[in-house]
């Protein structure tokens, strides 16, 4: 396997007596989409400072496209596009002319700044707006701008945290949709910051569960529920549409099954849990009792699963 892009080896941050980051060890590959999955304050934005170099780990090493965060941040920062959870834009100024600006800072002038621009609203999906003041946009507009001026530098690996914080049902589907696209037409590195399961699911190659400025457990989803799998044994969830079933008759008929753990209902679902696959045989016998099976999932460990797994359920955010 290549080189890392990003390659994190026993980071840790103390401020105080508080340890913020704790000996994270972490390798992100070129093209990959990584999402860093934890509640607020866990640690995930100061171990994103210690990659930019814009905080000093107390220990442990942050490398980022070959470059020593700590050593050289400012190569690192020519390589790296970072969109923190607050994107900020001078208001009495339109889109196009906040691109400008940052492309100046970037080396480009003019109409060549002007040109890049207008690519880059149009790649973001927002050049209908080129010549609105940002003080008229929407938050999902002004992310969208963000993305834009982070991709201003033609970045090796973009840093994004929070990236959908505040934005409606239909804007994240759209935001999301965008990251991909562009991580697969660019090779872009991404490394995406959330609390939101069911966002990080949809796009991430793989996740980092980050539990008090632990690693608790990173991997492709596939791979962790497998392991969860293994952990808990075969899930199995069955929706029926027989509401003349009874829970007792139900579960005696299905507990005659070798191997089954716990049957459990909710609504017209039954969950079985057990230590061996036994799908075939469950959905023999209820066929046999006459149930209208709606759909049948096997395995089904969801991120949800493997997140509830470090988590209390109180604090599980989605």
Not at 204 to 231: H, N, T
Not at 248 to 272: C, P, Q, Y
């Amino acid at each position: 396997m290549n080189n890392p892009i990003i390659d994190l080896k026993d980071l840790s941050k103390f401020y105080g007596n508080k340890k913020a980051v704790d000996k994270l060890n972490l390798q992100i590959y070129s093209g990959e989409i990584f999402g860093l999955l934890g509640p607020n304050g866990a640690g995930k934005t100061t171990s994103i400072l210690m990659m930019l170099g814009l905080t000093e780990p107390t220990s442990g090493s942050a490398t980022v496209c070959g470059h020593d965060a700590t050593r050289n941040p400012l190569e690192v920062k020519k390589v790296v596009g970072y969109m923190p959870d607050n994107v900020g834009f001078y208001p009495d100024m339109t889109a196009v002319e906040n691109l400008c600006f940052i492309a100046e800072l970037n080396g480009t002038f003019g109409q060549q700044a002007k040109t890049l621009a207008y690519e880059l609203l149009q790649t973001v999906g927002i050049a209908d707006v080129a010549n609105s003041k940002t003080s008229t946009f929407s938050r999902g507009m002004k992310q969208r701008l963000g993305l834009a001026e982070v991709l201003i530098k033609k970045p090796q690996v973009i840093i994004l945290d929070e990236p959908t914080l505040g934005i409606d049902p239909s804007g994240v589907n759209d935001f999301l949709k965008l990251i991909q696209k562009l991580s697969k037409e660019q090779n872009l590195t991404v490394l995406m910051s959330s609390h939101h399961l069911h966002q990080v699911q949809r796009v991430c190659d793989r996740v980092g569960i980050f539990v008090d400025g632990k690693m608790m457990v990173e991997g492709p989803i596939e791979s962790l529920a497998q392991k969860l799998q293994l952990d808990r044994g075969f899930k199995t969830i069955i929706e029926v549409n027989n509401p003349e079933f009874t829970t007792l008759s139900v579960e005696s008929s299905l507990n005659t099954i070798d191997g089954i753990s716990t049957v459990a209902f909710e609504e017209n679902k039954i969950s079985i849990h057990s230590t061996t696959d036994v799908t075939a045989q469950v959905v023999r016998k209820l066929v046999q009792s006459d149930a209208n099976i709606l759909s049948v999932n096997r395995n089904g460990y969801t991120l949800d699963d493997i997140y509830s797994k470090y988590f209390d359920n109180d604090n599980l955010k989605i």
